[in-house]
C-alpha cells in the first residue's frame, strides 16, 4: 500500500493518488480518525483521496503531512456488514449476461457470489460505489442513458456495482431491484451503505413490491403565527440559504450553501445576525415578499431595483441595496431585474428560522435535501433577533463584475495533464461566454472564439475514474466546453478537471448571468501569483510528500 502523488485541485484542496483500494481505504480512514489541521472534508473514490481544507495555509501545510501518514496501522473505522436482497430481473440482465459470456443466471452467481467493498459515494446521497472481488462483471455503461432509473435498482457500470437511492437518470447497466432503503434521513446514519463497509448482495426469488428509499424531500416549512416573511412572489427561483452543510461528501451530498458566500455575508452583518443565518437567495429579480411583524432587511449581491409598497398597494418608502431598512408589518418588498448581477441576497434580522437538515437550512438542488424552493403562498418564520448584535451602517457592494469581461483566476490541474500546450493557451486566451442552461450546481461555458479544449491524443477518449471535485472546478467533457462547478455540484466526477477557479473569486463567477464573458488568468497554486500555463497541476517532484 503506498501513496503515489498529490495534485493540486484548488488552493485549499490536494488530491491524493494511491496505489490501490486497499490504499485508498486505509488513507481515507486514517484522515477520518486523525484529521489534519483545518480538514473540512476527505472524498474517497476509486484511486484517490480529496482533501480540502479551510484556507490556502492549512492546505499548504498539509502538503507535507499527507506523506507522512501511516498507512499500516489503519484505526478501526466502523465499517460494518451488509445484507442487500435482489430480485434479479433487470432490463439489462440479459445483456449484461451477452456482454460478459456469463448467461443470466452466470451474472446472478457472480453477481452474489462475491464480496463487494464500498469504495466512496457520490452522484446522489446514498449511491455508493460498490467494487467487487473480480472483474468478471465488468461491463461498459449504456450508449444512451436512461432519463429515469427507478429508486432500488441494482446495477452495474465498468468495474462498479451500486444501487439508486431515488429515481434519477443513469446509465448504468440494469440487473435487480431490491426494497432496501439506501437512504433515510430518519436514521442516525442515514446511508445504509457508507465507504469501508462490505456489502453481500443475496437473489431472492419472490417478486417483492419494491418499496422506493423515501426522496431526499425538500423539507417543508414549518406554519405558526409568529413574525415572518410571506412570499407573494418568488420570481425565477428563491431559495433559502445559509452557508453550507460541508463534510458529508462520502453520503453524497454536496456542501450546497449560498453560491456568493460573500455576499450572504455581507446582508447577515447589515442585520446585525451571525454569518451563517439562513438568507433568500433569488436568481435574476422578481422576488415579493410581505412582512408579518416589523422587520429590519438588508438585500446584498446582484444590483436590483428595491420597492416597498404598504398594506394597500400605495408606495410607502424607499430602500437601498447593501444597507439595512425597516419593512413594516404589511408593507411587501419587491427586487425588480438585475441590472448587474445574477443573485440577490435577502437577510432579515433573527434569520429565516426553516428547521435545519444534516446541520444546515440550505437547500440543494442536487440532492433535494433541504428547504424546498420558494413559491407563492410560502411563510417563512423569522428567528429571534440577536441581542447584543448591533444593526450594521451601510457598506459598499461587494459585486465585482466591471468591465466587458469577468476576470477569474485559476489553478491548474489537477488533470491538466489531460490536455496539451495548446488547451491550456485555449483556456487563458479567449473568451467563453455563460450559457443560459447555467445554475446552482454550475455554469456552462461556451467559447467565444469557437475553439474548445481538446485532450492530449494519448487521453483520447478515455475515461477517467471518478474523483472527488471541488466547488470552482473546470471539468471538461470530451464537447471540449467547460462546466464551472458551484455551490450544488456532484461530489465526485469522472470529467477531467482542468483547472480550478480560486475561492475568493467564487463569488464573481456566482454572479455571472447567460451571455456574460469570462477570462481566466493561471496563477501558482502555492503562491497565488501569475505564472506561465506550461505548468502542470500535478505537486512539482520537489516538493512532493
Keep these: 500500500m503506498?501513496?503515489?502523488?498529490?495534485?493540486?485541485?484548488?488552493?485549499?484542496?490536494?488530491?491524493?493518488?494511491?496505489?490501490?483500494?486497499?490504499s485508498v481505504l486505509?488513507?481515507?480512514?486514517?484522515?477520518?480518525?486523525?484529521?489534519?489541521?483545518?480538514?473540512?472534508?476527505?472524498?474517497?473514490?476509486?484511486?484517490?483521496?480529496?482533501?480540502?481544507?479551510?484556507?490556502?495555509?492549512?492546505?499548504?501545510?498539509?502538503?507535507?503531512?499527507?506523506?507522512?501518514?501511516?498507512?499500516?496501522?489503519?484505526?478501526?473505522?466502523?465499517?460494518?456488514?451488509?445484507?442487500?436482497?435482489?430480485?434479479?430481473?433487470?432490463e439489462d440482465l440479459a445483456e449484461v449476461g451477452m456482454l460478459t459470456g456469463l448467461g443470466?443466471?452466470?451474472?446472478?452467481?457472480?453477481?452474489?457470489?462475491?464480496?463487494?467493498?464500498?469504495?466512496?459515494g457520490g452522484f446522489a446521497p446514498g449511491f455508493t460505489y460498490l467494487l467487487g472481488e473480480n472483474h468478471s462483471l465488468d461491463v461498459p455503461r449504456r450508449n444512451s442513458p436512461r432519463t429515469a432509473v427507478p429508486a432500488g435498482s441494482v446495477a452495474l457500470g465498468g468495474?462498479?456495482?451500486?444501487?439508486?437511492?431515488?429515481?434519477?437518470?443513469?446509465?448504468?447497466?440494469?440487473?435487480?431491484?431490491?426494497?432496501?432503503?439506501?437512504w433515510d434521513l430518519e436514521r442516525e446514519s442515514p446511508a445504509l451503505v457508507r465507504p469501508g463497509d462490505r456489502v453481500r448482495y443475496v437473489a431472492v426469488r419472490e417478486a417483492v413490491a419494491l418499496t422506493p428509499a423515501p426522496p431526499a424531500a425538500p423539507t417543508a416549512v414549518r406554519e405558526d403565527t409568529g413574525p415572518a416573511l410571506v412570499v407573494d412572489s418568488p420570481g425565477l427561483q428563491s431559495l433559502v440559504q445559509d452557508l453550507g452543510r460541508p463534510g458529508l461528501g462520502d453520503l453524497g451530498v454536496s456542501a450546497a450553501g449560498a453560491v456568493d458566500q460573500q455576499s450572504t455575508r455581507q446582508a447577515n452583518r447589515?442585520?446585525?445576525n451571525e454569518a451563517g443565518a439562513a438568507v433568500i437567495e433569488n436568481a435574476l429579480g422578481g422576488l415579493s415578499v410581505r412582512a408579518v411583524g416589523d422587520q429590519v432587511l438588508a438585500l446584498a449581491g446582484a444590483a436590483v431595483p428595491l420597492e416597498i409598497r404598504d398594506a394597500s398597494g400605495a408606495p410607502a418608502r424607499c430602500a437601498a441595496m447593501c444597507a439595512p431598512f425597516a419593512l413594516l408589518d404589511g408593507e411587501t418588498l419587491s427586487l425588480g431585474e438585475p441590472a448587474l448581477g445574477a443573485r440577490s441576497y435577502l437577510a432579515v434580522r433573527g434569520g429565516i428560522d426553516v428547521p435545519p437538515v444534516l446541520g444546515s437550512r440550505s437547500s440543494d438542488s442536487m440532492s433535494g435535501i433541504g428547504p424546498a424552493p420558494l413559491s407563492a403562498g410560502t411563510r417563512l418564520p423569522v428567528g429571534r433577533a440577536p441581542l447584543f448584535q448591533?444593526?450594521?451602517?451601510?457598506?459598499?457592494?461587494?459585486?465585482?463584475?466591471?468591465?466587458?469581461?469577468?476576470?477569474?483566476?485559476?489553478?491548474?490541474?489537477?488533470?491538466?495533464?489531460?490536455?496539451?500546450?495548446?488547451?491550456?493557451?485555449?483556456?487563458t486566451e479567449q473568451d467563453w461566454i455563460t450559457s443560459e442552461q447555467s445554475n446552482r450546481i454550475g455554469v456552462r461555458l461556451k467559447p467565444a472564439g469557437?475553439?474548445?479544449?481538446?485532450?492530449?491524443?494519448?487521453?483520447?477518449?478515455?475515461e477517467l475514474p471518478s474523483e472527488g471535485t471541488v466547488a470552482g472546478a473546470l471539468q471538461v467533457p470530451p464537447t471540449g466546453h467547460p462546466v464551472l462547478f458551484l455551490a450544488d455540484h456532484p461530489v465526485t466526477g469522472?470529467?477531467?478537471?482542468?483547472?480550478?477557479?480560486?475561492?475568493?473569486?467564487?463569488?464573481?463567477?456566482?454572479?455571472?448571468?447567460?451571455?456574460?464573458?469570462?477570462?481566466?488568468?493561471i496563477v501558482d497554486p502555492a503562491t497565488l501569483e501569475p505564472r506561465e500555463p506550461a505548468a502542470t497541476g500535478a505537486i512539482s517532484e520537489g516538493t512532493q510528500p
Design 2 to 22: 503506498s501513496l503515489t502523488g498529490t495534485r493540486w485541485a484548488g488552493p485549499r484542496a490536494l488530491l491524493v493518488e494511491l496505489s490501490d483500494l486497499p
Design 26 to 90: 486505509a488513507f481515507h480512514s486514517r484522515l477520518l480518525a486523525e484529521p489534519l489541521p483545518g480538514q473540512l472534508d476527505v472524498v474517497a473514490a476509486a484511486a484517490t483521496v480529496l482533501v480540502k481544507f479551510g484556507t490556502h495555509a492549512e492546505a499548504l501545510a498539509a502538503r507535507t503531512a499527507v506523506g507522512h501518514v501511516d498507512l499500516g496501522a489503519v484505526p478501526c473505522d466502523g465499517s460494518r456488514d451488509v445484507t442487500i436482497e435482489v430480485v434479479y430481473d433487470g
Design 104 to 120: 443470466s443466471d452466470g451474472v446472478v452467481a457472480a453477481h452474489t457470489g462475491q464480496l463487494w467493498t464500498a469504495a466512496f
Design 159 to 182: 468495474t462498479f456495482s451500486a444501487v439508486y437511492p431515488r429515481q434519477s437518470p443513469g446509465g448504468w447497466q440494469l440487473i435487480g431491484r431490491t426494497t432496501a432503503v439506501l
Design 270 to 272: 447589515l442585520v446585525g
Design 390 to 427: 448591533m444593526v450594521g451602517a451601510p457598506e459598499e457592494s461587494t459585486l465585482r463584475l466591471g468591465g466587458a469581461s469577468a476576470e477569474l483566476r485559476v489553478t491548474l490541474g489537477p488533470r491538466d495533464d489531460w490536455f496539451d500546450s495548446r488547451a491550456l493557451e485555449t483556456l
Design 450 to 462: 469557437n475553439h474548445a479544449l481538446e485532450r492530449n491524443a494519448d487521453r483520447g477518449a478515455g
Design 494 to 521: 469522472g470529467y477531467p478537471v482542468i483547472a480550478v477557479v480560486v475561492p475568493e473569486d467564487l463569488p464573481t463567477a456566482a454572479q455571472l448571468p447567460p451571455g456574460h464573458r469570462v477570462r481566466f488568468t
